[in-house]
């Protein structure tokens, strides 16, 4: 059936009641939770759109109001701000009627065979989601650890490269490198260029290196500004050392012509 996208603003809100917002289910990978963190925190840090925007890992969806929940590992919506009390239950999770509007995006990311992500694509075209993404590090599903899905009329179309997603601004790479201490591939935000989104850590890493790199330079310049100062002292001693030298000279010639020496 079709999923309403939003809850008329001159009906009375459905009764959430029986709804349950949390059930405690852990994340099931350690990778899992730093993917997460890392897609979501990224954003935070560094992300300007100049609109607002709310990104969130593990919370629950729901498109009407009936159980279970849909649970994206990441999703990001633009142009919605988290209401006041976040612990009244209507708000403990996205309830798509309260927001307005569906996310954006939705990622998943792949730990084993059994999460059906694949299958997830029809559910999330119908509420209305405009990308749909899985990160497959492990490679459960096939070949390819990045599959990108575009929402076009009722159903999603895959994508050839997901590097720059137009509708959101936003872009997404794949990045072996460091993060939290452990080295691996991660899917990462990143602009048109292709230049990551960083992390806060990578934020202060940044500064502290162009911090230390304007000391250096600092030091260099004051170490060239003291070479300069002891060429200035070395000069001038040079030229006193000249003056006394001629002073003594005409001070000797002067003696001579009194003795009545010619030059």
């Not at 612990?87 to 939705?106: A, S």
């Not at 989601?129 to 459960?140: F, L």
């Given at each position: 059936?079709?999923?309403?996208?939003?809850?008329?603003?001159?009906s009375?809100?459905p009764?959430?009641?029986?709804?349950?917002?949390?059930?405690?289910?852990?994340?099931?990978?350690?990778?899992?939770?730093?993917?997460?963190?890392l897609?979501?925190?990224?954003?935070?840090?560094?992300?300007?759109?100049?609109?607002?925007?709310?990104?969130?890992?593990?919370?629950?969806?729901?498109?009407?109001?009936?159980?279970?929940?849909i649970?994206?590992?990441?999703m990001?919506?633009?142009?919605?701000?988290?209401?006041?009390?976040?612990?009244?239950?209507?708000?403990r999770?996205?309830?798509?009627?309260?927001?307005?509007?569906?996310?954006?995006?939705?990622?998943?990311?792949?730990?084993?065979?059994?999460?059906?992500?694949?299958?997830?694509?029809?559910?999330?075209?119908?509420?209305?989601?405009?990308?749909?993404?899985?990160?497959?590090?492990?490679?459960?599903?096939?070949?390819?650890?990045l599959?990108?899905?575009?929402?076009?009329?009722?159903?999603?179309?895959?994508?050839?490269?997901?590097?720059?997603?137009e509708?959101?601004?936003?872009?997404?790479?794949?990045?072996?490198?460091?993060?939290?201490?452990?080295?691996?591939?991660?899917?990462?935000w990143?602009?048109?260029?292709?230049?990551?989104?960083?992390?806060?850590?990578?934020?202060r890493?940044?500064?502290?290196?162009?911090?230390?790199?304007?000391?250096?330079?600092?030091?260099?310049?004051?170490?060239?500004?003291?070479?300069v100062?002891?060429?200035?002292e070395?000069?001038?001693?040079?030229?006193?050392?000249?003056?006394?030298?001629?002073?003594?000279a005409?001070r000797?010639?002067?003696?001579?012509?009194?003795?009545?020496?010619?030059?």
């Amino acid at each position: 059936m079709a999923l309403p996208l939003s809850w008329p603003e001159d009906s009375m809100e459905p009764d959430i009641s029986h709804l349950i917002t949390e059930d405690d289910t852990p994340v099931d990978s350690v990778y899992s939770e730093k993917q997460m963190r890392l897609l979501t925190s990224s954003l935070y840090a560094s992300w300007k759109p100049g609109r607002e925007f709310l990104a969130l890992a593990n919370v629950g969806l729901f498109a009407i109001p009936e159980n279970p929940a849909i649970v994206p590992d990441v999703m990001l919506s633009l142009d919605v701000t988290l209401p006041e009390d976040i612990f009244e239950k209507g708000n403990r999770c996205y309830m798509v009627w309260r927001y307005g509007k569906p996310p954006d995006l939705v990622i998943e990311v792949v730990s084993n065979k059994v999460g059906g992500e694949l299958e997830k694509a029809e559910t999330y075209a119908r509420i209305g989601i405009g990308y749909y993404v899985i990160h497959d590090p492990e490679r459960w599903l096939g070949e390819r650890p990045l599959r990108a899905f575009e929402r076009h009329g009722r159903r999603y179309v895959e994508m050839l490269d997901c590097s720059w997603l137009e509708q959101l601004g936003l872009g997404l790479t794949l990045w072996k490198g460091t993060f939290e201490g452990w080295s691996d591939t991660w899917l990462r935000w990143c602009d048109r260029e292709g230049n990551l989104l960083p992390t806060g850590e990578e934020q202060r890493e940044r500064a502290e290196a162009a911090e230390a790199r304007v000391g250096e330079q600092r030091e260099r310049a004051e170490a060239a500004e003291a070479r300069v100062g002891e060429q200035r002292e070395r000069a001038e001693a040079a030229e006193a050392q000249l003056r006394e030298q001629r002073e003594r000279a005409e001070r000797l010639q002067a003696r001579l012509r009194e003795l009545g020496v010619e030059d």
